[in-house]
């Protein structure tokens, strides 16, 4: 892959995440030596030591790609998301978080006094007789010490700053990532806005026996056994597969687990959990009002964890109602 | 309050709930202005992604009408709109937002005046539950941008110090 030239300078960064995307690059295995060869890593505070102030250094549009993992919640991700958008040349939302909000967007469904009431005063382990809770400034004999805000709603990395390409997944499979490496070092790009990954859903990539989709139930996963080789939602289990963008090689589905919709939604859809709601209407096998609310309200109980587990943050409706006064935090 | 017009986004399908509304009009049945009627095909077509959006950008509610169940145009599609709002239903009650904002109604193509009750039902219902106003939810804290100046301000002194 080395080509004698300079070499790219590549960046990371991870804003609102767990650390698996990090993790995930390593998935490409030895591939990674040829990384090392094609890219300067300059800035990756998980990977290579680097502080903001080395970021902060470089000119403008320096960084030739940076691979951006993590939703925005506080007021440090934002403020790195946009430094480091106008250091690159190309930003990639790296994994789920980024791209839509995954587990971290699940935030939206609370809000931040919310938040620091469960963290630092209500839960039954805290040891917090003051009641102090985080505060952006404090004052010290040395001086002021600053901590970023937390916000009340959980961004993409979108809604905060343009974004050239999208790498979905929680977290991105190994595949996946070493196209869009490829893609990035030979120029072979997709248009600006792009999702680097496959146009089809999961099921496509499912290799269970499918016949038309009835059901009168849906079970949770620890309710049945399903078998291995009937198609899972017509078993009765949630499988997101069906509205889900493919690319992981229905990992989950191929081990007798639903898929629950990391990939996001497929080319062309916004909304992941409505288009999931589209499909199941012609799953649920029951023409009466009353008998369909039950099947609902009994096998979903919890409709946001279920249809927007990965994509609250980017969905239309984003987060639940806010409390005003929770404002006032 | 009093002079909040509730914005109501209307989806009729194309042979019985936008003929209910033509039929309406023709006969001059009254009805509030209150409704935008999108037409489409058929109240299969009634994705749950065009309620989302539309209370996404600023409808205060949404009116779907279709054929009677069993006399779908297309068979049996607007069962399929009837498990949708089930759906939609749940959703909104998880996201806080009152279910009576968005309805799922039937109006053959001769029930004008039936359409049109239903249109002064929700346009009613909607007046009585206010504004809903949804992207005023995730307007920032205030905070926000002191403490984003802030960080680019201590971030400046750090970098005047020259090692």
């Known amino acids: ?329 | 309050m009093s002079d909040f017009e509730p914005k109501i986004v209307g989806f009729c399908c194309n042979w019985c709930s936008y003929r209910a509304a033509d039929l309406a009009g023709s006969a001059r049945i009254k009805y509030p202005p209150n409704v935008r009627i999108i037409r489409t095909m058929c109240s299969g077509r009634f994705d749950p992604m065009f309620v989302f959006k539309a209370l996404s950008l600023g409808a205060d509610g949404v009116l779907m009408a279709g054929c009677h169940p069993g006399e779908c145009h297309y068979v049996d599609q607007n069962y399929k709109a009837m498990r949708r709002y089930g759906m939609i239903k749940q959703m909104l009650r998880a996201m806080g937002i009152e279910e009576e904002r968005v309805r799922l109604v039937w109006a053959s193509a001769a029930e004008g005046h039936i359409l049109a009750e239903y249109i002064n039902e929700i346009t009613e219902t909607v007046r009585k539950l206010g504004p809903l106003n949804w992207s005023q939810n995730w307007v920032e804290n205030e905070d926000r941008l002191a403490s984003l100046e802030a960080i680019a301000h201590e971030h400046k002194e750090a970098l005047e110090i020259k090692l």
């Open chain 1, 1 to 329: 892959m080395s080509n004698g030239t300079a070499k790219k300078k590549l960046a990371g960064y991870w804003a609102a995440s767990c650390g698996g995307c990090e993790i995930s690059t390593l998935s490409i295995n030895e591939k990674i030596l040829d990384v090392a060869d094609a890219f300067d890593i300059i800035f990756w505070p998980c990977i290579v030591d680097g502080k903001a102030r080395d970021v902060e250094q470089l000119e403008d549009g320096e960084i030739d790609v940076c691979l951006f993992n993590g939703a925005i919640r506080t007021s440090e991700n934002e403020y790195m998301a946009k430094l480091l958008r106008k250091k690159s040349k190309v930003l990639v939302a790296y994994g789920s978080c980024a791209s839509e909000g995954c587990i971290p967007g699940l935030g939206n469904v609370t809000n931040r006094k919310e938040i620091f009431e469960t963290s630092y005063t209500d839960c039954v382990s805290v040891d917090n007789p003051d009641g102090v809770l985080p505060q952006a400034e404090t004052q010290m004999d040395e001086g002021t010490l600053l901590l970023p805000v937390i916000y009340d709603t959980v961004k993409t990395l979108a809604q905060t700053v343009p974004v050239d390409y999208f790498l979905p997944g929680c977290p991105p499979e190994a595949e996946r990532i070493w196209d869009a490496i490829v893609a990035i070092l030979e120029g072979k790009l997709p248009a600006p806005g792009s999702v680097i990954g496959a146009i089809t859903t999961v099921c496509d990539e499912c290799p269970r026996k499918r016949t038309e989709k009835k059901i009168k139930k849906f079970y949770r996963t620890w309710e049945i056994i399903p078998d291995d080789e009937t198609c899972l939602l017509e078993q009765g289990l949630f499988c997101a597969g069906i509205a889900t963008r493919a690319g992981c090689g229905a990992c989950c589905p191929q081990v007798n687990s639903p898929c629950i919709g990391c990939y996001g939604p497929n080319e062309g859809v916004t909304d992941h959990g409505a288009q999931l709601m589209a499909a199941l209407g012609s799953v649920i096998d029951s023409d009466d009002p009353e008998e369909i609310d039950r099947i609902i309200k009994e096998g979903i109980p919890d409709p946001i964890g279920t249809f927007y587990r990965f994509g609250l943050a980017n969905s239309f409706l984003r987060r639940t109602k806010l409390n005003q006064n929770s404002q006032d935090a």
